[in-house]
């Protein structure tokens, strides 16, 4: 186990608007107002068309190869997600989200693209004091979290 020890600084309440991207959107305003570490808490509605992660073909493999789930119909949707920089210093977003419609209830990371249905709100709250990045992990293709 890594850890590193912080402190919560600012917290930021985001509406995006209808067609708005995701994880882009909440990534650029993390650029913009210098927050480098983050915790997210995400609720509204993806739109059709949306995208996400829907786990690897192959469990047992590497690289890891994702499988890509794509929105019917606008879904109504809850997430959670972690925002660390990677190596040049920009702020990524790992967000899972649980997406919503009727009796069906689909989930995954929406590293693919989500894109924002009529209102989709999100609660910033910045950490600060963290030694952590997202670093590349070649066995696996992911941007692993190494706190020092």
Do not use: N
Request: aromatic share 4%; proline share 5%; charged share 20%.
């Amino acid at each position: 186990m890594q850890y590193s020890e912080g402190t919560v600084g600012r917290v930021f309440a985001v509406r995006l608007e209808h067609g708005e991207p995701m994880p882009e959107s909440l990534e650029r305003l993390a650029l913009e107002k210098g927050v480098q570490c983050g915790l997210a808490i995400m609720v509204g509605g993806a739109e059709e068309g949306s995208r996400f992660v829907v786990g690897p073909r192959d469990g047992a493999a590497t690289p890891v190869v994702p499988m890509v789930g794509v929105l019917s119909g606008a879904h109504e949707v809850v997430a959670v997600g972690t925002l660390f920089p990677d190596e040049a210093g920009r702020p990524v977003l790992h967000m899972h989200a649980a997406f919503g419609r009727g009796d069906r209830t689909l989930s995954g990371c929406i590293r693919e693209g989500i894109v924002a249905w009529q209102v989709l709100e999100v609660i910033l709250l910045e950490l600060v004091g963290l030694d952590a990045t997202r670093v590349p992990d070649e066995a696996t293709g992911f941007r692993l979290l190494q706190c020092r």
